[in-house]
C-alpha cells in the first residue's frame, strides 16, 4: 500500500517547500498530487508558459524519491481566459452565465475552452515526457455531468439527438412528444430543458437523454484530454478522480479509456454508530467495481471539513489510519490525503489537512505517521485482491431516471442497493458493486434491485444466471420502463415476471406512510415508499402486508427458476427485512459467510498467494471484540486491525447463520 | 347521472381505438373528452389542418352512442408557434420569459396567441358544427388568473388602469400612491408589479386592481372563445374547466358567458380521518353555487397522482366509486373520470388512470364499471336537485386581499368558511356556497366571514336579511378595507358596527400563539391566529377569552337586529368553536337538520319531484352505523349507500340538537 | 427627556393635521419627524419644488412648541427620477436591476442618484436654513451596507482596490489569489462577487474587503450629505437613523462625521421571558457605545408591527412606556415614537402606530400620554448619563468575516458578545458596548470575544489593559486571521497566546453537537458550536470538558498577566456558563454590582450632578419583586419603576456574590 498527499506548492512561500519535502520524506509519503489548479502559474498571460517553479518542486520530491502525480489544470482557466472568452463560462437553466469566482465554470463543450485546454495539456505533457518522476496523470478535477445551457451545448445536443434517431418522426416517436403537443415539426426546435422546472415536470423521455448527452459530454472531454496526454507524454498510466456526486457522468464508460480509476474519499469524520462508515464501504466497492480492478484514493479524509458548508467535526482519533486502510481493504491500493497542511488562504481553507494552519503537528499528523508505518509493513499484502461471491448491480441509466422522476416523497434510487450491500457486508462478506452490464460468472449471489430502464443484456443475464443456479434478489420498480423511459405497456415487473413467478397486481406508492410487512414465522418489519401487491404464479410468499387495505397480500416472494433462486421485495423496508431476506438467500446460496460479527464491525478480506488478510473495522465510538477466523479480537473505538491469515490454516466458513 | 371519461387518442396506437370503445361501451362510459391538448395534431404547420383522425375518433364513438366534449386545443400551442412568435409566452417578474416544455406557456393577451387561437378555433368549431355527437365544448384547459409580465400585459395593465380612474390624479388618490414617494407623474409610470417581492412589501391596492387586472384577462379570453364557438358551431353548450387552483379568477363573473360550469375534482385519495372528505364537500358546493346550478366534473380522481409531485397514495377502495356518487350528491350530475388509461409516455405518466400502464383491468376499474352501472340507476333522480336552507358566503376580491396581505403566520382567507361550512354539513344540512353578491332569500342562516373588501350591496343585503329575521355569522376582519384595500378610519367592524352591537376596542394578531374562549356553560376552546377584543354596545356576550391580558374581555357574541340574530366570532378558532356556535345559530334559526351524524359521515340530500335522495358516505377507513331518516344504516370503510325516500314518507326534523 | 412621534402630513387629509397637532400638544409631545419619504411631493417634477404644504406644518408645530426633524427625502426619489434614469437602481447579483414599487432602490454611487440627491438636499436644506423650528436632520433613511453590483459600483470598487494595495502582485498576495487559479492579472479582472454563490464559497479575503467597501459606501454617501446640510443649513446637529440590520455599515466610522447618532428601536412586543428584553439592552447600549455619548431614538416601538412579515403581536401593556424608559435608562436622551397614527394607505399600513387606522385613542395611546407625563418629570436626571465599570467589544471587521464564513452550522458572532452582556447585566451592572478600537481606561472589566481578524491596536491595548491590573474574558476563535482574513500561521490564539497562557492543541467544530464543561466544584454546564481544547502555559485550568474524545481536557481557563487577570472560555456555552464566569471575574475586579436581582428584572443606573436613577423593569409577565440600593421594590407585569438616590445616601455595593 502506497500513501502519498495532495500538495499546492505554488500556495507556499519557498522556503517552506523543503521543510515540507523533508517532513513528508521522513514521515512515509511516497507520492505528491500537484498542479491541479495552478494554471494561472503555469500559464500566467496567454501563450506564456512558466513550468520553472513546478520543475523545481517536482526535483525535490524526485530527489526526496517521492514519485509526482501530475494534473491538467483545466478545471481552472486563469482570469485572463475568462477577460478574453466571457461566455466560455458554463450557462445556468435560466441563460444566465455562471459566475465565475470559485471554480470549474468553463463549459468543456466551448471551442476555446477546448482550444486553450490542448494547449495547456499539450506544453505541459510534452514538457514533463520521460522525467522518472512522474508516476501517474490526473485529468481535470471531479468531472461532473453538470447541465450547461450555453449555445453550445443546445446544437451538440441537438446533433446528439439527430444522430440517434435520424428522422423527426422517430425521435418524436421515442419521446411520446405528442403529449402537450411537444411534436417537434423542425430541428431547430430540439433544444435543452431551459427554466427551473423540477425535473420530474418535463417530458421524461427526453431529460434521460438529456441525461445521457451530458454524460457523454464528460466522457468525450477526460477521453479526448486523455488521447493528448498519451500523445505527448506517452507511457504514462491516465485517470481522473470522481467523487460520489449528485451528478456523476456513467463511470463505467468514463473509465474505458482511462488506466485507473482515482476516487476522492470523504467518509463521515463524525460516523452515527453503525451506519456511515458501511455506507461509505458501498462507495469503495463501487469504485473498486467500476474497472473490477484496485483503484487509488486520490484525496483522503484528513480533516474537519469546511466552505462549501459550515466548518464540520473533527475526524476521531483512529479514523485518519482506519479510513485509509479501509480504503485498501475494498481495494485501493494507493491512498493521497487531501492535503499535506491546511491551506492559510482562499474559500476552503476550512477544509482540513493532516497539518492545521499552525503549521505545528498534532494529533492527525501523527495519526497519519502511524498510517504511513502500517503501510509500509502492508507491502507484502501487495499480491492480494478483493474476491466477491455476491454482487450488487447498478447502473447510471436508472440513477438519471429515479433522479428526473422521483418516484415517491423520500425516494432515492441507492438506498436498496446500498441496504442489500449492508446486509451482505454484515455478514463478513466482500461484496461487488458493478454495472448491471457485467458478467456475472463467478458469483453465487447476486442483487439486483430496481432494474427500472430496460437493459436487455443485463435481463438475460440475470435469466440465464439464475437458470444455471444462481441465486437473484430483485425488487420493487423493476421492469417498468423502456430503454427511452416510457411505461411499458404489461404487468410489472414485465420482463422479470417469469424469473420471479408472479405480477404485481396493483401497486401503491405510500411514500412516507408505512406499513409492516409479516414473514411466517410472525417476524414483523416495517417497510414504506412502495407497495406492490403480488399475485404469485408459482412463488412461494416468504411475508405479507400487515396492514392497510392489502393487508395479507404477498410482498416477500422466493420462486424457483432453472437451477437457480430467485427473491423478490415487493415494497422498501427497513434494514433488518434486507438482512432476513439476504441472510435466507445466502444461506440457499451456499455463499461464504462469517456469522456474528457485531454490528458496528466491519471485516474485509483480501486474499492471494496464499494468504489472507482480514481486515477488522470498528465503526463504533464504543469498545468491542470479535471472534473472526478463530481469534478473539478486540478493538478500541474506531481501531482497525489486521489479521494475516496463511491460506491452509483457514477452513473457509459455510452459512451457518 | 352521467359518467365519461378524458381520453388522448393521439397517445395511443389506433389499433387500441377500438378496443377502448368497445370497453368503455361494455362499462357504461356515455361521454368522452377529446382534443385538450392536440393541436400539434391538428394543425401540425402553421396553417394546415387535419381533423381526420379526430374525425375518425369522433365516429368511433358516435358509433357506440358515446357523446364528445371537444376542447379548443389552445392551452398548447405547438412548437412551431413558438418557434415563430418566442415572445408569446408568458414572462415572469424578473422579466425572464417563462421556458416552454410543459404547457400553458402562452401569454393569453398576446396579440400572436389570440390570432393563432382564433383561427384553429374557427377552423375546428366550423367543422364540428351541426355534428349531433359533439355534446359540449371545452375551452381551453384549467385557466388560471396568472401573472405575466410581458410588454402587452403591460400595456393592457396600464390601459386597465386608466380606463378605471382617468386621471392620474384620481389613481394616485386611489391607491394612496404618496407613501414612498411613488406617485404616478405619468401613465408610462403604471407598471407591473415586477420583481420578486413578496406581495405583503408592494402598495396593497395597486396590487388589489393588479389581481383583479389578472382576473379580467381570464374572463376576456373565455368570453373571447365562447363567441367565437358560438359563433361558428352555434347550439352547442359551452364551459371551461377550472379547478380549485392557488390563482383562481373570479369564477363567479368568469362563467356568467359560459352555459354551465365543469371542475376537475381530485379529492383526497387517501384522506385523513373526518377531515379530507368534509374540504371537498366544500368546494363541489362552491362550484355549485357559481351558477347556482348542477354543474360537471370534467375530470374525477381515478388514482394516485404524480409528475408535479412525487407519486400520492392509490385511492382506498370504495372512493372511485363514493367521490363521484359525493359530486352527484352536491350537484354534479356528469362526472368525466381523468383519465381513461394511465398515459405510458409524457411527463404525467404517473398520474393514474382508470386503467394502469399494463392496459389490465384491475381493482380501480372494476369499481369504476359498478359505479357506471350505480348512475344508470340514478336515472330516476334526474330531477332532484340540492337545496340549502344555510349559506356560506366568498368574494374574490377578499380572496386575492388576504394573498397580497397574509394577516398573521399562517392566516388562510379559506379556513373559517370552510370551518363554518364543515359544522353545518356535520349537522347533515345541505349547505349553498355563493358570491357575496348573491340574494340571500330564501336562507335561514348567512354566514358571512371575513367581509374584508367593502361590498356594499353584500352589507345591505347581510343588513336586510337579519333585519327581516336571518341569522347571520359574522367574524373577525370584517369592514376592514374600502373598496380600493385601504384601511377605514372607523372602528371595525365599522359598517357591520350596529349589526353586531359591538365594536373591536382593540385587537391582538396573535399568530401561531393560542388562547382560549371560554363560553358560559364553561365550554373551553382552542383560539389563536387574531383576536378581537370586543366591546358590547347591547350584544351579548357568549364567551370570553381566558388567558393574556384580555382575560375575560369578549370573544363571541349575539346580537338581535331587526327581526333576526347576528353572531360575530371575534377570534379564529378550533372546528369544534364553530361546531359549537353554528349548532347554536341553526337552532335558533329553525334550520332542519340531521342531529347525532358520526363525524365520518357526510349525509347530503337531492330532492325534487317527491323524492328525497340521501347520500350517506363514511369518510373513514373504519365501519361505522347511523340513523338517517328513521332507519339505520351501516357503512363500510369509505363506503358511499344511498336512500331513496318519497317525500310524503319522511317528517321534517326541525333541531333537536 | 424628551417624547416625539414620527409624523406623514403628506399621508392625510388637512383637516386632520390641526386635530392631531393639538393632540399632540396636549398629550406632551415636543418633537416631529417628518419628511423622509416625501420627495415626490417637495419636488413633484424634475426641478420644480413645492416646500408650501412642508412650510405649513412646520409653522403647525412650531405654533404648538413642537420642535421638528427634517428629513432628506434620498432614499424615495419619485417616480419621474426611474423613468428618466432607470438604471440608477440598485443591481442584484445577477446582474438584474432590482425592481421598483416599494422604497430605497437607488444606487448611492450612481451619479444621477447623487446629482438629483444634491439638488433637492440644497434646496431643502437652504430652504429651512434659519428656521428655529427646525431642531434636527435626519440624513435618508436606515442606510444598509448593501451590495449593488451595477458598473457604477464595480468601478468604484476597482478604484478602491486599486488605491488600496497599489499594484496586481500586492493584492493578489493579499487575496491569496493563487488558490484556483484567482490571479488577476489585470485590473480589469478585479470584479465584484456576482452570482447566488454563499458567501463562504468565494475569497475570504476579496470578500472582507468588499464587505469594507459597501460599508465605506455608506460612509461616504452619509458625509457627503452631512456636508451639503451643513453648508446650507448650517447649526442644526445632523444625524441618520441606524436599525440593527444585517448589513450594517461600520457604525464607528459612519458617525465620526456626524452629530449624534439616532436609532429605531423594536424591542419584542411579546418577549419570552428573561430574554427579548436583555438582548435589546445590548443593543441600547451599542448604540450608546458608538460615540459613547447620548443618543435618540428615532423610531420607537408603538404597536404591532407587520408589513416585511405577517402582522405580529401588540405591545404588551407596559411595555408603550417601559420601553421608551428603558432606552431612557440607556442613554436616549430623545426618543420619538414611529408613528402617530397607523397609516391607512400603503404597504407599512399594518405596522401600527400609537393610533389605530380608527383614529380613537386606545390603550397604547393612553399608556404614551403616560410616558409623555413621566419623561416631562424626568427633567431633573437630564444631567444624568450612564457609568460602566464593564464593557464588551465589538468590531464590524469581525461582524462581516464571521457572515462570510460562518464557523459552524448555528455559529453567529453576536451570540458571544451578547451573552457576556446578559451575564454582565444580571449583575445590575452598567455596560459599555464599545469599539475593540476604544481606549480601555476606567473600565475594571473588558469582554474581547471572538478577537477574529486581526487588530493591532486592540491586541496592543487589551494586553497593556492587563498588565495594568484590569481584567480580560477573551473566547474561542481570537487572533485566527490576519487583516486580510487569512489564517495566521501560528498556535492559536496566536497574539493572545502569552496573556491566555495557553494554545489550542486542536480544535473541534463540533457545531449543533452538545458536550459538557465541568468546573472544579462539579458544576455542568452545556456548550456547543466550538471545543478548542487548550494546552496550558502557566494558566490555571478553571473547567474540563465532560465528554467526547477530548474529555478531560481544559475548557476554560485563567491567567495571571501583568498585574491583571485573563479569562479564556474555550468553547461556546449556555448562558450559565457565561454568567458564571462573569461573576468570578467581577468579584475578582472588585466592580460593583448588585446581587441577587430577579432573573426577569433588569436595573440600569444613571448617574450624575450627585444624583443616581434606578431604572428597574420587570421584563416578564408575571409580578415580582426586589431589593435595590436598600428598598423593596415590587413590579407589575412589565412595570418600569424608576427609584432616585441622592448619591450620598447610597453606600457602593461592591461584590458579595
Known amino acids: 500500500m502506497k500513501i502519498g498527499v495532495d500538495y499546492y506548492p505554488e500556495q507556499w512561500d519557498r522556503d517552506l517547500w523543503i521543510k515540507d519535502a523533508d517532513l513528508m520524506k521522513k514521515t512515509g509519503v511516497r507520492l505528491v498530487r500537484m498542479a491541479e489548479f495552478a494554471w494561472c502559474r503555469l500559464e500566467p498571460r496567454e501563450g506564456e508558459f512558466d513550468f ?24 481552472c482557466p486563469p482570469l485572463w481566459f ?43 505533457a510534452a514538457h514533463y515526457a520521460g522525467n522518472p518522476a512522474v508516476a501517474a496523470w490526473q485529468i481535470d478535477n471531479e468531472l461532473e455531468a453538470y447541465f450547461c445551457f450555453c449555445d453550445h451545448c443546445a446544437e451538440r445536443f441537438r446533433n446528439w439527438v439527430k444522430s440517434r434517431y435520424g428522422t423527426l418522426e422517430a425521435v418524436n416517436r421515442a419521446y411520446g412528444n405528442v403529449v402537450w403537443s411537444g411534436e417537434y415539426s423542425s430541428w431547430e426546435q430540439v433544444r435543452l430543458p431551459y427554466g427551473h422546472y423540477p425535473s420530474a415536470w418535463l417530458n421524461p423521455a427526453f431529460m434521460l437523454d438529456h441525461s445521457r448527452f451530458a454524460s457523454d459530454s464528460v466522457i468525450d472531454f477526460v477521453r479526448w484530454q486523455a488521447d493528448i496526454i498519451r500523445d505527448r507524454c506517452p507511457g504514462i498510466p491516465v485517470t481522473t478522480n470522481v467523487w460520489f456526486s449528485e451528478h456523476m457522468p456513467d463511470l463505467y464508460r468514463e473509465f474505458e479509456g482511462l488506466d485507473f480509476i482515482s476516487y476522492d474519499n470523504y467518509p463521515s469524520a463524525h460516523p452515527a454508530e453503525d451506519e456511515a462508515g458501511f455506507s461509505h464501504a458501498f462507495q469503495l466497492d463501487m469504485m473498486r467495481g467500476v474497472k473490477r480492478r484496485s483503484f487509488w484514493v486520490m484525496e483522503q479524509l484528513s480533516g474537519g471539513l469546511g466552505c462549501w458548508a459550515p466548518m464540520g467535526r473533527m475526524p476521531e482519533p483512529g479514523l485518519i489510519r482506519g479510513y485509509a486502510l479501509q480504503a485498501f481493504a475494498h481495494g485501493a491500493d494507493t491512498v493521497l490525503h487531501f492535503r499535506w497542511r491546511t491551506a492559510n ?48 448491480l447498478l447502473s447510471f441509466d436508472n440513477e438519471y431516471a429515479f433522479k428526473i422522476q422521483p418516484q415517491t ?11 442489500l450491500h449492508r446486509a451482505l457486508t454484515g455478514l463478513g462478506m466482500n461484496v461487488d458493486v458493478i454495472s448491471s452490464g457485467e458478467d456475472l460468472s463467478g458469483y453465487r449471489i447476486v442483487c439486483a434491485p430496481e432494474m427500472y430502464i430496460a437493459d436487455n443484456k443485463a435481463a438475460k443475464r440475470l435469466h440465464s444466471f439464475a437458470r444455471e443456479g444462481g441465486t437473484v434478489i430483485l425488487t420493487v420498480r423493476s421492469g417498468v420502463k423502456d430503454i427511452h423511459n416510457n411505461a411499458v405497456m404489461a404487468p410489472l415487473p414485465t420482463v422479470y415476471r417469469d424469473m420471479v413467478g408472479a405480477y404485481v397486481s396493483e ?37 405479507v ?47 461464504a459467510c462469517i456469522p456474528g460479527i457485531p454490528s458496528s464491525v466491519e471485516v474485509t478480506i483480501r486474499s492471494g498467494n496464499g494468504k489472507k488478510f482480514y481486515f477488522v473495522f470498528n465503526l463504533s465510538s464504543r469498545e468491542t471484540a ?20 496463511v491460506e491452509k490454516e483457514e477452513a473457509a466458513v459455510r452459512p451457518n447463520i
Chains 1, 2, 3 share one sequence.
Open 52 to 75: 520553472s517553479w513546478l520543475d523545481e518542486a517536482v526535483r525535490m520530491f524526485a530527489d526526496r524519491s517521492i514519485g509526482v502525480v501530475l494534473c491538467t489544470p483545466t478545471s
Open 345 to 392: 488562504i482562499g474559500a476552503e481553507m476550512h477544509w482540513h489537512g493532516l497539518l492545521d494552519h499552525s503549521n505545528v503537528p498534532g494529533r492527525r499528523f501523527y495519526e497519519f505517521a502511524d498510517l504511513c508505518e502500517t503501510a509500509e509493513a502492508l507491502g507484502e499484502a501487495r499480491e492480494t485482491f478483493v474476491r466477491a461471491e455476491a454482487a450488487v
Open 507 to 543: 401497486y401503491d406508492p405510500i411514500g412516507r406512510d408505512t406499513v409492516g410487512v409479516r414473514f411466517a414465522d410472525g417476524t414483523l418489519f416495517s417497510a414504506g415508499q412502495w407497495c406492490d401487491i403480488l399475485e404469485t404464479e408459482g412463488a412461494e410468499t416468504l411475508a
Open 545 to 591: 402486508y400487515d396492514g392497510e387495505y392489502f393487508r395479507g397480500r404477498a410482498a416477500v416472494i422466493r420462486s424457483r427458476y432453472g437451477k437457480g433462486t430467485v427473491y423478490y421485495i415487493g415494497t422498501v423496508g427497513e434494514q433488518a427485512l434486507y438482512d432476513r431476506v439476504v441472510s435466507e438467500a445466502v444461506k440457499g446460496a451456499g455463499a
Open 82 to 124: 475568462y477577460e478574453k472568452y466571457p461566455d466560455a463560462v458554463m450557462t445556468e437553466r435560466d441563460g444566465q452565465r455562471t459566475r465565475t469566482g470559485i471554480r470549474g465554470h468553463r463549459c468543456i463543450n466551448h471551442p476555446a475552452v477546448r482550444r486553450c485546454c490542448r494547449r495547456i495539456i499539450e506544453e505541459m
Open 626 to 645: 470479535c471472534r473472526i477466523t478463530g481469534r478473539q479480537v478486540s478493538l478500541a473505538p474506531y481501531e482497525m486491525k489486521i489479521l494475516k491469515v
Open 409 to 419: 416523497e423520500g425516494y432515492s434510487y441507492l438506498e436498496q442497493p446500498r441496504k
